[in-house]
């Protein structure tokens, strides 16, 4: 090959290298650009995929049971994986997770307005099914007796029907259902007695202003205190007081011509 044929090419060999340099130079930035934007499109896509994946059969119908829309539903299982989770008893309920954890004072609010409601509903269907139960003893079992009292031996001192010299003494504590429901039948027999004696256990901080708000939430009227018909009181230990086994609550006592007895809830 000749000396100008090598010349030739090598000129059209470097301006090729030329042009290549150059379209790399102007084709990367953009191509670069468009991928990221592609890979934030794909990451955003997929961030929200996730937050909208429908609940399973069985979340939807433990959302609809506590009335919870998917977006709290998936917010209360969030806070199960943290400290909540952990330290809190399996059957805290999802209404007073998200009250706990509420990111604001109306969200805590509007928990706490929704946990009040379903707890003075419940307290409302237990009352209901002890008169259910009392109506169909009776029916069931008129004049029969349970127990053979003539083979007891050393029995706690039982009531008969409530006298009007009779004062009560009422042992409760607080987020107590089964409580609620058995003060609401107590309060009913207010008229018919001298008194009732409420004795609140775990109150927090032994906060008196406490008490005042929880004996009007469950309808005890400032009257009936100022009159001292009915008394609030810290427990203090004073059902431990009166009994040698692990007391529970709630637990019902009659105070009758300074003696003390157990009184039953059949007994109101």
């Known amino acids: 090959m000749t000396a100008p044929t090598n010349r030739r090419l090598g000129a059209i060999v470097s301006a090729l290298a030329l042009a290549v340099l150059t379209i790399v130079s102007v084709v990367t930035p953009a191509f670069a650009q468009s991928m990221s934007n592609t890979t934030v499109k794909k990451t955003h896509t ?8 429908p609940l399973s059969e069985s979340e939807r119908e433990r959302s609809a049971a506590w009335s919870l829309t998917d977006t709290e539903w998936r917010r209360y299982q969030s806070l199960l994986l943290g400290i ?32 009040a409601r379903a707890m003075r509903a419940d307290a409302e269907r237990i009352l209901a099914f002890q008169h259910a139960y009392d109506t169909a003893a009776k029916q069931l079992f008129s004049g ?42 107590l309060l009913s027999r207010l008229e018919s007695v001298a008194g009732i004696d409420i004795y609140i256990d775990k109150v927090p901080g032994n906060d008196d202003e406490f008490i005042r708000a929880w004996a009007e939430d469950r309808g005890i009227q400032r009257a009936w205190v100022k009159t001292r018909r009915v008394t609030l009181n810290h427990d203090g230990g004073a059902l431990e007081k009166l009994t040698d086994k692990s007391p529970q609550r709630p637990a019902l006592y009659v105070r009758r011509n300074g003696q003390l007895a157990t009184l039953s809830y059949a007994e109101l």
């Not at 007891?152 to 089964?178: G, Y």
Request: proline share 5%.
């Open 144 to 185: 029969q007796t349970l127990i053979d009292v003539g083979k007891l031996h050393a029995l706690p001192q039982k009531t008969s029907e409530l006298q009007a010299d009779d004062r009560i003494l009422f042992f409760t504590r607080v987020k107590c259902p089964a409580c609620d429901a058995m003060l609401v039948k």
């Open 46 to 53: 997929s961030s929200t995929d996730s937050t909208r994946t």
């Open 84 to 115: 909540r989770g952990s330290i809190s008893p399996a059957n805290l309920s999802p209404i007073e997770v998200l009250g706990i954890h509420a990111r604001d004072a109306a969200e805590r609010r509007r928990f706490a307005e929704r946990w």
